[in-house]
């Protein structure tokens, strides 16, 4: 694949430390910060730089489902992609968006937490352009991406059918949506649980007001924004994974195009 180099919308926005500014920082920042770092999720630039190899963290086995998941998503675009130019939606650190581009991707990461793009402008400063920006900002032109990629991040989306017509609204003619790394849950009974989960875990680390962004959503409600395939999903063979020294994923990875 030969990557594209359009990226007019980004032609007259400002670079700060490496990253394209393109709204005003966010009040979610602060309480983002507070929570990923009591939360021991704020990572220095050397232990960024080896992910999705996570195996000197406290939560290794999030990280070898993350590489599984991640291989995946390459295979899947290997195969399916009809173009090369990704954007990923709440890339974070940039570790996923810096896999894609060093698989031949070209990759446009957008995040609205100002210290890690940062930190993946510093650490990945040969690969993908990092943007602060959010979904719905106005200058992301429609039609002008190939696929559109949610990595751990639809949950802060309190409309997922909302962000989903929107991310189709981005994609060129047979692009693609993909969803993972995120637990779609089977019924409305259990994102209530979830919601309480949530709620109590950001009141015991003493980020209550966290919970307000953080939502949980069913695989039924991804339906509707498009047509859906599951390409994983939680299996049920945990003592059978665990045999084979394989974590169990609670992940469901989707891929949605348009109607």
């Not at 402008?121 to 719905?136: E, I, S």
């Not at 089977?186 to 007001?209: D, F, L, M, Q, W």
Request: a neutral charge.
């Amino acid at each position: 694949m030969n990557p594209t180099t359009d990226h007019d919308f980004l032609s007259t926005a400002p670079v700060e430390n490496g990253v394209y500014i393109l709204c005003d920082p966010s009040p979610f920042e602060q309480l983002y910060e507070k929570a990923r770092s009591t939360e021991r999720r704020i990572l220095n630039d050397q232990q960024v730089s080896r992910l999705p190899d996570g195996s000197s963290l406290w939560n290794a086995d999030e990280w070898r489902i993350r590489q599984r998941s991640a291989d995946r998503l390459v295979r899947s675009l290997r195969t399916n992609a009809s173009g090369p130019l990704v954007l990923e939606i709440g890339c974070g650190n940039g570790w996923l968006s810096a896999r894609l581009q060093r698989e031949g991707f070209d990759v446009v990461g957008m995040d609205l937490f100002t210290p890690e793009l940062e930190q993946a402008a510093r650490v990945f400063n040969a690969g993908p352009r990092f943007v602060r920006a959010d979904l719905f900002h106005d200058s992301l032109p429609e039609g002008g991406f190939d696929v559109i990629l949610f990595a751990a991040s639809i949950q802060y989306f309190p409309d997922p059918v909302r962000a989903m017509t929107r991310a189709i609204a981005l994609l060129r003619t047979d692009g693609t949506v993909h969803v993972m790394d995120s637990i779609l849950y089977r019924s409305n009974v259990e994102c209530t649980a979830a919601k309480e989960r949530t709620r109590a875990h950001y009141e015991r680390i003493g980020v209550p007001e966290m919970s307000a962004y953080y939502h949980a959503h069913t695989l039924h409600l991804m339906r509707r924004a498009g047509r859906l395939r599951v390409l994983s999903a939680p299996s049920g063979m945990d003592r059978t994974l665990r045999r084979f020294g394989r974590e169990s994923s609670p992940f469901t990875h989707v891929v949605i195009e348009a109607q």
